[in-house]
């Protein structure tokens, strides 16, 4: 029996009529507002030329099609990550393509690589924390793909409290090796990405233990236990397979946590340690370092450097905020545009029904979300550029900026994950039925999206770093030292000048200028961090 319905039309209008007609309507420039968002000043230059030219290549691959991949079960999902990531880096081979390309591809292909967090921040890690000789000696590997590594941070019993993790890494003079060891179950490292199946290699951080200097005891004259100082987190590279058999070596268990609720294809693993030796050179030592011979250590000399990598990829997370909401809203604006409902109670009721998205109800959820694209890819760039140039600083010896850079960067990953996590859901609800399946796009980017606002530091607790730093810098404001330490105590400097200066307190006029729309937003921000940051100290 034929199918019938192979013969069958949408109802006049149809989608295309729609979009063509709701496009017609609209006066806006988009080349010009194409130039505004990728400038040939700025390093989004080339970004459409890019994604048109890297889309033509990835098309001609039938491995990269989504239409099936829902149906896969998870062992097959991963089987197809790997497939996809070794494809791509062929083409890229092929190709010659740079970084960027490299970049834009993994995003258009739309679907997590087992091997992101070696691409990720396990070079991050290396480039930032190692020292020259370090660096001259793994970033090679990475580049060439000779080993495959993971981030291991996270912790069964500690995530957001890096100070707080379990996993030891205790100094024995005699042998000139670190031993790590996982002393309780919640010790275990948890939830790192690229770990369960894939990796050979992982950054470690575990709790740096330098033994005390003993004494012989004064009964038996035997010398007594060692005992240790801890020096707190410090990240360590360690080989975690066997490269013959890829499995784990001894003195280490590793696994994978199981389901989640996205980023299926991904083998987040846990993994514990039995006194597992690793030597001297393993101790990323850029900035903080434990002499081989002496055993003494020589502390970084800024406590932040060791959580760089955390920083940097609170960094990226700000910035991709705005590319996942704007993906979101593009598929609820298109849909609500086509998507017909009930005539117009006021029209004689002979019109078409009106298009969901002439709704104000729908109206009113869906049109600020755009607005917050605009807001959350500006913001993303302003991160982007302080976290460069506050690096470049760190290089050259200046830390002056890199308070500012980690509380800055703990604010807007929670604020800008959560409004972009928020709208996703917003945008799934506003298609009706239709959002909740997943030919709509919405179930993967929904739940791979919703991890975001846990990771990397849970958005209710890194608010309050920040809160807790901005009270900080307004006590210090307070007190009128002779030099700012950061422009946000210059800010709230300026502004408790201001206050005290009647001829100053006049209205902003902030809808001539930009500069003036964002000085109103500092004295606002100035004046709730400044009112009462004593108390807000208590309750904090």
């Not at 989608?15 to 390093?43: A, D, N």
């Not at 020259?132 to 090679?140: L, M, V």
């Amino acid at each position: 029996m034929s199918d019938f319905s192979e013969t069958l039309k949408p109802a006049s209008p149809n989608g295309p009529e729609s979009l063509r007609k709701e496009r017609s309507q609209s006066s806006l420039p988009t080349e010009e507002l194409s130039c505004h968002l990728f400038p040939k000043s700025s390093e989004e230059h080339g970004h459409l030329e890019r994604q048109e030219r890297v889309l033509k290549e990835l098309l001609k691959e039938e491995l990269f099609s989504k239409a099936r991949q829902h149906d896969l079960s998870r062992s097959d999902r991963y089987k197809l990550g790997l497939a996809r990531a070794k494809l791509l880096r062929r083409i890229c081979n092929r190709l010659k393509w740079s970084v960027e390309e490299y970049r834009m591809a993994e995003y258009l292909i739309d679907d997590t690589s087992p091997y992101s967090i070696h691409w990720a921040m396990f070079p991050t890690t290396i480039r930032e924390q190692g020292d020259d000789k370090q660096r001259a000696y793994w970033i090679p590997k990475i580049e060439r793909w000779e080993i495959i590594a993971a981030y291991a941070q996270t912790e069964l019993g500690h995530g957001s409290n890096v100070r707080g993790i379990e996993t030891l890494a205790k100094w024995d003079s005699s042998t000139k090796e670190f031993v790590l060891h996982s002393p309780t179950l919640t010790a275990s490292k948890w939830w790192s990405g690229n770990l369960g199946r894939t990796a050979s290699h992982a950054i470690v951080v575990a709790q740096l233990k330098l033994p005390m200097p003993t004494a012989p005891d004064d009964d038996t004259g035997q010398e007594t236990e060692t005992r240790y100082t801890s020096y707190g987190p410090h990240p360590f590279v360690v080989q975690i397979r066997d490269p013959e058999t890829h499995q784990p070596l001894p003195g280490i268990i590793i696994g994978d946590v199981g389901p989640k609720h996205g980023f299926v294809p991904m083998d987040n693993g846990y993994m514990l340690f039995d006194n597992f030796r690793v030597p001297h050179s393993a101790f990323l030592a850029r900035y903080a370092r434990v002499d081989p011979k002496s055993g003494i250590y020589s502390k970084p000399q800024n406590p932040a450097l060791v959580y760089g990598s955390l920083t940097r990829v609170r960094s990226w997370l700000v910035t991709d905020a705005s590319m996942c909401l704007a993906r979101a809203l593009t598929i609820a604006v298109r849909y609500t545009s086509i998507r017909r409902q009930f005539r117009d109670r006021d029209s004689d009721g002979s019109g078409a029904e009106m298009a969901v998205l002439d709704y104000p109800t729908v109206q009113s959820r869906i049109l600020p979300l755009l607005a917050t694209i605009f807001a959350l890819l500006y913001s993303g760039r302003a991160m982007a550029k302080l976290y460069n140039r506050t690096r470049q600083g760190v290089d050259r010896g200046d830390f002056s900026e890199l308070a500012d850079m980690h509380s800055t960067s703990s604010g807007l990953k929670s604020m800008c994950t959560t409004l972009a996590a928020d709208g996703v859901e917003t945008c799934r609800r506003a298609c009706g039925g239709h959002g909740y399946s997943s030919a709509s796009g919405f179930m993967q980017l929904n739940n791979d999206y919703s991890s975001k606002v846990t990771v990397e530091g849970e958005n209710w607790m890194i608010t309050q770093q920040l809160a807790a730093y901005l009270i900080k810098k307004a006590a210090a404001a307070l007190e009128f030292t002779e030099t700012a330490e950061s422009v946000i105590e210059q800010n709230l400097r300026d502004f408790l000048r201001r206050k005290k200066c009647a001829h100053e307190n006049k209205n902003l006029d902030i809808f001539k200028s930009d500069q003036t729309l964002v000085l109103a937003f500092q004295l606002r921000t100035a004046d709730l961090v400044s009112s009462h940051p004593f108390k807000a100290q208590q309750i904090l």
